[in-house]
């Protein structure tokens, strides 16, 4: 075996977790394995701890990164390029510039009162809940490795194209008045020690998980219910990748919910074991991550409507193209 | 001494400002403490991350839930 092997499926896959859940099942609560109960009993325990220790191991780890470009840093670094090179860097520092949804909208204020085009701040708002870097390592554990750097890809491409065309269509006069012209703050940068970014990682660690840990059990419950107990004809009749409309309906059934990567993983994992295209699985995840009510309505503070229907009519259309893509070349990714 | 913290209502911010109230409480001194939710009046201060501790008008922590100890630092 191969170290880089051994790494994927012991420690990212974490088999001797599975192996070892299953002789708890078996042995200590004498459930067969193959029977509906067993098996989501196991998917169950395995999936909530394997899911937990990789949020905090990944979690803890990106924190550090992050660290070092805090939004202020971020919106200096923007405000020296432009064009589609401005949206590109965008959608990247989305992915490792630390900050809460509840944030979103002082952000949003603080990067357009500094002269950033909105199409930019667009392009880092689609990215960063969408191509979480802590998320990418979670794909490349429960699926594969082709299929979590594609994610990552599409996901960038999706945020700078959108931002470009919000940019390109001169959609700045749906920006609420009071964005723009508010004071810079410009506290110098604090000197970070080693020990400051580790308490900082500690923190984001504990942050994270009491915010998620309710979505994960969510999200691993239904998973389970999928894996074990809904048929797959079922499944296949709504969401197989021969019908047209499995993207579509992926697609609607996520915009509306509200819940972080984390909890959308197991879902999707149950789904593709019950042999759901994997472009109709990623559709279902970016809509949950990139498009919700909560951010919405949050989002209608400082833009107005049309501005608000067109970021998420470009999404949504940007979210069927890539689950169609996906559907149509799975046969290279799995 | 005039302190606010600034945050949209989550539930860091409300932890915030508890923690100064204990700090004031601690250090025995006159201070008033001001919630301040409003996106227009939080955005007059250019911070991009809440919540936000702002003593006399002047900015002093961004995106930190500080702990009582380490509000201390800014009153004094």
């Known amino acids: 075996m191969t170290i880089f092997s051994f790494i994927n499926q012991q420690l990212l896959k974490m088999e001797w977790l599975s192996d070892l859940v ?24 395995y999936d909530v701890i394997k899911i937990f220790i990789l949020l905090s191991v ?19 670094i923007l405000g020296n390029f432009k064009g589609i090179t401005a949206n590109i860097l965008g959608a990247l520092l989305g992915t490792i510039t630390p900050f809460c949804s509840c944030s979103s909208i002082p952000l949003f204020i603080g990067f357009t009162s500094a002269g950033l085009p909105i199409g930019v701040t667009f392009s880092f708002l689609i990215s960063s809940p969408l191509v979480d870097l802590a998320s990418v390592l979670l794909l490349a554990s429960i699926f594969n490795w082709k299929i979590a750097i594609s994610y990552v890809v599409v996901g960038l491409v999706l945020a700078v194209v959108s931002g470009t065309m919000i940019s390109k269509l001169k959609l700045e006069k749906y920006v609420e008045p009071f964005v723009y012209g508010n004071p810079l703050l410009d506290i110098p940068e604090e000197e970070m020690t080693m020990k400051h970014r580790i308490d ?74 019950k042999g759901v295209g994997i472009g109709t699985v990623l559709s279902f995840m970016m809509a949950v991550t990139a498009l919700s009510l909560p951010s919405m309505i949050l989002l209608k503070k400082v833009v107005k409507t049309p501005l608000l229907i067109f970021f998420a009519g470009i999404v949504s259309v940007g979210i069927l193209i890539i689950g169609f893509t996906f559907n149509a070349f799975s046969y290279l990714l799995i | 001494m005039n302190i606010k913290v600034l945050g949209s209502g989550c539930d860091k911010c409300k932890k915030l400002e508890a923690n100064v109230k204990e700090a004031i409480a601690e250090m025995g001194i006159e201070a008033t403490v001001e919630k301040v939710e409003d996106f227009k009046q939080i955005m007059a201060y250019g911070v991009m991350q809440t919540p936000a501790l702002v003593v006399d008008e002047k900015v002093k922590s961004v995106g930190k839930l500080l702990k009582p100890d380490e509000v201390k630092v800014f009153l004094k």
């Not at chain 1, 900082?200 to 894996?227: C, E, R």
């Open chain 1, 200 to 273: 900082f990682a500690k923190t984001q660690v504990k942050d994270i998980v009491k915010k998620v840990w309710l979505y994960i059990l969510i999200g691993v419950a239904i998973g389970a219910a999928i894996h074990n107990w809904i048929p797959e004809e079922v499944i296949t009749a709504l969401l197989g990748d021969d019908k047209w409309y499995s993207v579509p309906l992926a697609t609607l059934v996520g915009i509306p919910m509200y819940a972080d990567i984390f909890g959308t993983l197991p879902i999707a994992e149950a789904l593709v074991g």
């Open chain 1, 22 to 45: 299953a002789t708890f099942v078996e042995s200590v609560l004498k459930l067969d394995m193959d029977s509906r109960v067993g098996g989501s009993v196991h998917f169950f325990i």
């Open chain 1, 58 to 76: 990944l979690i803890f780890t990106v924190s550090i990164i992050q660290s070092y470009f805090p939004p202020e840093r971020t919106r200096k």
